[in-house]
């Protein structure tokens, strides 16, 4: 009789607590969501584009007087909105009335003296052609002996003192024209200086940065204050190793930390031909002394494409464009 050698298979219970045996399984499912969440956001990284290094800009318009004086007007407050051609502020005409009435005269005055003195050279002229001729017949009864030798010499003294007369009424009468070109073009710098006296909008917006009171003596561009027009976009300085595939054109989600749970529209306007190390005032010499690698960032313009006039968005806030680059 063969003895069987073959054990019997005994199955082992686990007796293990429940607490235990879900101790094994929760590591398991973590670690499948956290390779989840990793492929879903290595797949996100190709497609999508993002950066914290972005701020809205917009145009800001300082606002500085052409002239010097006292504030005689004052037609704004902090955070107005103007219109285009509103007046805005009046500087005190009363001392460039003055000078424009003082020039305005002494153009006048230039103007009669070169009538007198289109008079002169007029009667000069006369003179010059009447002793010219009397020099001319003495000069031939001379040859023949019929006048004196006094009579020749009287004449050609008349003819010297006539052509001398008539160059010095031309000259008079040519510096009395240049004397009147130059009032008039100072008549025309007083008329505008009058003019510069009151500032109007240049462009629809918000007033910001005032400086400016009522009563304050300003000097020539001198900043008093700012217009900020609605017209806004974002400056987003990307990473060089995100370029590659992004262009202008392609579509935009921002968010704006102000409004956290809404996500506006925009696409890629345009990018900068250069980094912003390179255009700032003072770019890095990378040839000089040692050198440590750093991963440059270039400026990308991105535009809104839906209305955001009824939000209070305003240059220099902070935003987090994500563009979609595939």
């Known amino acids: 009789m063969k003895k069987d050698n073959s054990e019997d298979i005994v199955e082992i219970e686990d007796t293990r607590p429940e607490y235990m045996k879900k101790r094994v399984i929760v590591p398991s499912v973590t670690a499948i969501i956290f390779l989840i969440c990793g492929i879903f956001y290595a797949i996100h990284t190709v497609y999508y584009k993002s950066t914290d290094d972005a701020f809205i800009e917009g145009h800001v318009i300082t606002v500085a007087p052409r002239v010097s004086g006292p504030v005689m007007k004052l037609n704004i407050d902090d955070n107005q909105e103007v ?185 890629v306007d345009s990018i900068q031909r250069s980094t912003g190390a390179r255009a700032s005032l003072f770019p890095p010499e990378n040839a000089v002394g040692s050198y440590v690698k750093i991963v440059q960032r270039v400026p990308v313009k991105i535009v809104f494409t839906e209305d955001i006039s009824k939000y209070n968005i305003v240059p220099g806030m902070s935003v987090v464009p994500e563009v979609k680059v595939k």
Not at 107 to 122: F, G, I, M, R, Y
Not at 125 to 142: N, P, V
């Open 83 to 267: 219109k285009k051609g509103d007046l805005l502020l009046e500087i005190d005409p009363n001392d460039y009335q003055a000078k424009l009435k003082e020039t305005r005269a002494k153009l006048d005055e230039a103007k009669a003296a070169l009538v007198n003195s289109e008079n002169q050279v007029t009667k000069t002229l006369s003179d010059l052609e009447y002793a010219q001729a009397d020099f001319e017949r003495y000069s031939k009864t001379f040859e023949r002996g019929i006048s004196s030798k006094q009579e020749y010499d009287s004449s050609l003294n008349k003819l010297t003192a006539a052509q001398s007369n008539s160059k010095s009424a031309k000259a008079r009468y040519d510096e009395l024209t240049a004397s009147i070109k130059r009032l008039e073009a100072e008549v025309e710098q007083d008329e505008l200086n009058l003019s510069y006296t009151k500032i109007y909008a240049s462009s629809d917006g918000r007033i910001t940065n005032r400086s400016v009171e009522q009563g304050n003596y300003v000097q020539v561009a001198q900043p008093m204050f700012s217009i900020v027009p609605e017209k806004m976009w974002i400056v987003a300085n990307f990473k060089e190793t995100q370029l590659a595939n992004m262009k202008p054109g392609q579509p935009v989600q921002i968010k704006i930390d102000t409004y956290g749970g809404k996500k506006f529209q925009g696409k």
